[in-house]
């Protein structure tokens, strides 16, 4: 006996059916959207790695809330601190010996006065140094002194060794007039080497230059020409070391720099000590708004400080004598190579001289195959390698002199450590 079906029992059966037809295919469009859609998801998980595949676009990048890292606050808040390092170093002498000792075979020239401190000179940021001669062309000849005037070559040598300044006032910078002075200025620009202390035109650009974020302005100025006069349509071509005009000048240049270097040429020949009026000259400059004062034409080490002004350390080296020359005597071959730390906090606004250190240095004459030749050595370096056996030119009775450079140059400039003078608090 049959029993009869209810409507829910009649209706359910066509629907089941249905279901059986649908799920599948509900599960296998699941499946093949979910394998298309492998690929976005695989490469949004690279993307959030920091990868992507060539010809695509890189991901947008993470926003990272405060919970997740710094806030835009605190990162500015965090200090930013850098440090830079300037290098200077004394006069460079062209005496008819060291250009004689550079002549070639093919009647060129060539010099490799510094190849031993050129780690040294190129150690800083930036590095300067003073040019007692005029590169004034082959007509008239090459002469040491009285009345310089040198090959080209001497620019090369200049620019190799690692200098980046080269300061052109000074007593020589006329020896073969406005047109000498002017040739110098092309040939040091020439070879990528900055100059400063005379200059092509009227308008005297200000020489600053930025090193990672810090701003250093140099002024050069000599304190004569040794009678040869300004040519009077050229009353800008060398800087003239007048008191009224380095004070306007550095009222200038001041406000557009972090650090102000002024390159003095002045004092007194072979004196080891400024004078007074040096002394009071130094400090005006340093009051005015000067932070470094490098002096050079004694040709002798001259003393060196650290100088108060408004809680704030500057420095003044009144000669750092020759670094290289042919002149007669220990003190007269007897440099320094200097290097100053400053510090800058971007946050602060602020720039302080934070550390001062030298190498003392010696203008050594040598004979190398029959030729006289001319080259500069470190000195504490020297006496190591004499000791050692590892000097090519100088041997066992070369080490007293080398001893009494070293001795009279920390006689003059203080003893490496000693807080007062090398090691100012920032």
Known sequence: MKTKESWAQRTSKPRKAIWKVLIPGILLMLVISGYWALPAVRQAQAGSKGQFQAGGQAPAAEAVTPAQGRSQAQAEALPRVEKITLTAAGD?????????????????????????????????????????????????????????????????????????????????????????????????????????????????????????????????????????????????????????????????????????????????????????????????????????ILGSHPHVIEPMEIIKDRNKNKFVIYSLGNLIGDQHGIERNSGVILNLQFEKDFNKGTTDLCSVSYTPTYSHSYIDRGKQKFRVVAVEDAIAQVRAGEEPYLKAKDLPVLEQVLKQTRGTLGKEGDPKILSPNP
């Open 92 to 292: 460079i002498l062209m005496h008819n010996t060291q250009i004689w000792s550079g002549y070639q075979a093919d009647g060129t020239y060539a010099f490799d006065f510094f190849e031993p401190v050129k780690d040294l000179i190129g150690e800083g940021d930036y590095s300067s140094t003073d040019l007692e001669a005029v590169l004034g062309g082959p007509e008239g000849g090459y002469t040491g002194y009285p009345l310089f005037n040198s090959p080209d070559a001497v620019a090369d040598t200049l620019k190799n060794a690692g200098f980046d300044l080269v300061f052109t006032a000074n007593n020589h910078i006329l020896d073969r007039g406005a047109k000498g002075a002017l040739r110098t200025l092309q040939v040091l620009q020439g070879r990528g080497l900055d100059t400063t202390g005379s200059f092509k035109s009227q308008d005297k650009p200000l020489l600053i230059k930025e090193i990672r974020g810090v701003k250093v302005g140099y002024l050069a100025y000599t304190y004569a020409t040794n009678g040869i006069p300004l040519p009077q349509n050229k009353p800008y071509l060398v800087n003239l070391l007048e008191k009224d005009k380095v004070l306007m000048d550095i009222k200038t240049m001041r406000p557009q720099v972090d650090i102000l270097i002024l390159a003095l040429h002045w004092g007194v020949e072979y004196r080891p000590e400024p004078t007074e009026e040096q002394k009071a000259m130094a400090q005006e400059f340093l009051q005015a708004g000067a932070d470094v």
